[in-house]
């Protein structure tokens, strides 16, 4: 079992920024992507910026060169710095971790945070 635990949103200014934080701990054999998606309210889930194991980050357009994503592959962890927040990055951000088991080919799996939620509001 993997258990994956996301934190650090809250209420910001626009041009505020946020830092949030994924963890992910249990039967671990190895993380193939830690990324963050979010979803605002009427909208679906949609990517943010991932990166993968060797350190290879993708972002989304609309990230502008605001975000930036980091993990560190010993702690299972993994930070998204936000700057220059807009109003149309309100949304719940959830920390995707993607997992490849011990088979061959490995098998992928993927594991969801519970949300946290990023209002950005004057």
């Known amino acids: 079992q993997v258990q994956v635990v996301d934190s650090g949103g809250g209420l910001v200014q626009p041009g505020g920024s946020l830092r949030l934080s994924c963890e992910a701990s249990?039967?671990?054999?190895?993380?193939?992507?830690m990324g963050w998606y979010r979803q605002a309210p009427g909208k679906e889930r949609e990517m943010v910026a991932t990166i993968r194991s060797g350190g290879t980050a993708n972002y989304a357009d609309f990230v502008k060169d605001r975000f930036t994503i980091s993990r560190d592959n010993y702690a299972y962890t993994a930070s998204l710095q936000m700057n220059s927040l807009e109003p149309e990055d309100t949304a719940v951000y959830y920390c995707?971790?993607?997992?490849?088991?011990?088979?061959?080919?490995?098998?992928?799996?993927?594991?969801w945070g519970q949300g946290t939620q990023v209002t950005v509001s004057s």
């Open positions: 249990g039967n671990i054999f190895s993380i193939h992507t």
């Open positions: 995707n971790v993607r997992i490849s088991d011990r088979g061959w080919p490995p098998k992928l799996v993927d594991y």
